[in-house]
């Protein structure tokens, strides 16, 4: 079992930042890919983000290429999202997930934290 806790989400002006960490616990952390997803009222769970354990790998939905980094600290057993210019559009809640591999599809991961709210006002 993996428990996954997402964190540092909130309100900002639209071309602020905010960056999102999700603490870990469980089984090995660093033997687990980790992804973030968003989901906005009345959408579907989208991709944002993900990094692969052997080598941290990192995939970008286009939507927040150059604008999101995700990264990983093996020895802090978290993983983060710096977002930064935030659009209007990017208002969602943030959930991160660990799976086997770093895939762009909810499916492929097995755990998932409660999510964090972003908020970006324009």
């Known amino acids: 079992q993996v428990q996954l806790v997402e964190s540092g989400g909130g309100l900002v002006q639209a071309g602020g930042s905010l960056r999102l960490s999700c603490a870990a616990s469980g089984r090995t952390f660093s033997r687990y890919a980790m992804g973030w997803f968003r989901q906005a009222p009345g959408k579907e769970r989208e991709f944002v983000a993900s990094?692969?354990?052997?080598?941290?790998?990192?995939v970008y939905a286009d939507s927040v290429k150059g604008r999101f980094t995700i990264s990983r600290d093996t020895a802090k057993n978290t993983v983060y999202l710096q977002m930064n210019s935030l659009k209007a559009e990017d208002t969602a809640v943030y959930y991160c997930a660990a799976g086997p591999v770093a895939g762009g599809r909810d499916v492929e991961y097995g755990y998932w934290g409660q999510g964090t709210q972003v908020t970006v006002s324009s």
């Open positions: 990094i692969s354990w052997i080598g941290g790998t990192t």
